[in-house]
């Protein structure tokens, strides 16, 4: 399956360096867009009569470096009173992704345009993780039972992963003055997971040169 979406990914960058001879003349703009097949982040779009093209590209971290391991209550847990147990928790995760679209203008309206747009988006991304080894502790004279951490056992490794998503749909582009449009998609995508997913919207904000 990875195979077939990099063909996919190389046939639409072909597809998008063939387009005609407009884009000398096009509009181009700068902007914000937020989306499963555009991805998220910082965008720019050049668009034709009829044809368009978007690149979107965003990173981002977030979260904590440091593991933050202390003891809980045996009643407030989930371990139905296990003498050792592994716990994992989650520290930073930090993303990158980058998305091309190609556009294909349907109609124009008084202050935008109707558009089917199709592409896809490549997203690495990783997150710490963090585990702790804990002991149960039994006290039945106080009846006060509870897991401690067990000392030199915690340890950290790091999760990768490869994400993308291709999606097709169409989108409407709406003008808020001379310079500046707002654009939302509703696409049909298939991504990593091998879901299939309708009907989450995509928006992007954006500023036309002149």
Not at 132 to 159: A, C, G, I, M, S
Request: contains cysteine; glycine residues 10%; neutral net charge.
């Amino acid at each position: 399956m990875k195979n077939k979406f990099y063909l996919a990914l190389v046939v639409l960058m072909l597809a998008c360096t063939a387009l005609p001879a407009e884009y000398n003349n096009s509009n181009a703009a700068i902007g914000v867009h937020f989306g499963t097949s555009t991805g998220s982040g910082y965008a720019m779009r050049w668009m034709g009569p009829q044809h368009g093209l978007q690149v979107t590209f965003g990173a981002y971290t977030l979260g904590k470096n440091k593991s933050n391991f202390v003891e809980f209550d045996d009643w407030d847990s989930d371990y139905d009173g296990d003498t050792l147990i592994t716990v994992t928790s989650n520290g930073r995760k930090a993303a990158a992704n980058l998305g091309l679209n190609y556009i294909y203008n349907l109609d124009d309206f008084r202050n935008g345009r109707v558009y089917i747009m199709g592409g896809a988006t490549y997203q690495y991304f990783q997150q710490k993780k963090f585990t702790q080894d804990y002991r149960l502790v039994v006290d039945p004279e106080h009846y006060y039972n509870h897991y401690e951490p067990v000392p030199d056992t915690e340890d950290n490794w790091l999760k990768k992963e490869h994400r993308w998503t291709v999606g097709v749909g169409p989108g409407f582009e709406w003008a808020l003055g001379k310079q500046f449009r707002l654009a939302v998609e509703l696409p049909i995508t298939y991504n990593w997971k091998h879901d299939i997913v309708m009907w989450i919207p995509q928006a992007g904000i954006y500023y036309y040169f002149k």
